[in-house]
């Protein structure tokens, strides 16, 4: 583990050399996919990386464990309370639509679910900006198969280096560069909203996710699930669809 995680890191100042970056910031939410991040961007720049923790209604215990975190991996972070932005952007969006007769609760809960993570992402995109540091995401190799990501939110980012690692590969990897313990037993959350899981959003476990990537029989019932959930979400991991060149007169 100890080689992939030095391996991880040259990539990421290779990659950073390329872009003509200074440094690296990541999102930190309090949760193990932003931890492992964490620890990797101190390692590739140890005086020029950067943890950002952009609360929307969070809960005490997630910016505890955000806390933790960076002081844990000596990271330098900022942090920039996004709750008024979204309340005001949401709210805005809301009576616009329901000045036309057209807003519909329902339909746009997910939609303003989604908002808070592209909220965050234009944050991170403005806060790079002033630092010259490109933006690191945090999916791992299960969110990507199934596309257990916003487009554009959590997943409009710079460089992925977690992308190859299966949930139980980024525990393994926490446990080695030192991830409290607190953080990496705790549950996946999107955080979305009230009480929400990964796992129950999903209808299944990560540990199922992973048997299936490491190429294992699974539930039947599970791998028709995660193949229509990857199917679905192919535009995601794609750029957006244009037609092909017109070749009339
Ligand atoms: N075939 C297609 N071709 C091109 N575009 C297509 C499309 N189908 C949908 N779309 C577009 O994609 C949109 C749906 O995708 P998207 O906006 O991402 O939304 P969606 O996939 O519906 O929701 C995001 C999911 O990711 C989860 N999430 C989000 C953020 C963080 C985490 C986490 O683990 O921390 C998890 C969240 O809980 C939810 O289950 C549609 O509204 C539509 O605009
Ligand atoms: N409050 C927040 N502040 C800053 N970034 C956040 C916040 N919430 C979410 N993010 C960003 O969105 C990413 C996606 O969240 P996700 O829940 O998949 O990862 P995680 O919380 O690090 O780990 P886990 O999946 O185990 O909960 C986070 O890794 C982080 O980069
Ligand atoms: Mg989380």
């Given at each position: 583990m100890e080689e992939r995680i030095q391996y991880?890191?040259?990539?990421?100042q290779v990659k950073a050399k390329e872009?003509?970056?200074?440094?690296?910031?990541?999102?930190?939410?309090?949760?193990?996919d932003s931890a492992v991040v964490s620890?990797?961007?101190?390692?590739?720049?140890?005086?020029?990386?950067?943890?950002?923790?952009?609360?929307?209604?969070?809960?005490?215990?997630?910016?505890?464990?955000?806390?933790?975190?960076?002081?844990?991996?000596?990271?330098?972070?900022?942090?920039?309370e996004l709750t008024d932005a979204y309340e005001t952007t949401y709210s805005t969006?809301?009576?616009r639509l329901n000045v036309k007769g057209d807003w519909n609760d329902e339909k746009s809960q997910l939609g303003g679910a989604n908002l808070q993570a592209r909220l965050r992402m234009s944050t991170l995109y403005a806060v790079g900006n002033n630092y010259n540091y490109l933006v690191v995401g945090t999916d791992n190799a299960a969110e990507d198969y199934t596309g257990y990501f916003t487009k554009y939110g959590d997943g409009g980012v710079d460089l992925v280096p977690l992308i190859n690692l299966?949930?139980?590969e980024v525990r393994e990897m926490a446990k080695v560069l030192g991830v409290p313990d607190s953080i990496i037993h705790k549950k996946p959350s999107a955080e979305l909203w009230e009480g929400q899981?990964?796992?129950?959003?999903?209808?299944?476990?990560?540990?199922?996710?992973?048997?299936?990537?490491?190429?294992e029989t699974i539930d039947p019932e599970d791998e028709r699930n995660l193949k229509e959930r990857h199917e679905k979400t192919a535009h995601k991991r794609q750029i957006p669809a244009g037609p092909d060149k017109f070749k009339g007169a």
């Open positions: 991880l890191t040259e990539w990421l872009a003509g970056a200074d440094g690296l910031l990541v999102g930190i939410s309090g949760g193990i620890y990797l961007i101190k390692r590739a720049f140890p005086n020029q990386s950067l943890g950002v923790i952009l609360p929307i209604d969070q809960g005490v215990e997630d910016q505890t464990d955000a806390l933790t975190l960076v002081e844990g991996a000596d990271l330098d972070y900022v942090g920039i969006i809301k009576n299966r949930k139980e899981t990964d796992e129950e959003e999903l209808g299944m476990s990560y540990d199922t996710i992973d048997a299936y990537l490491r190429g």
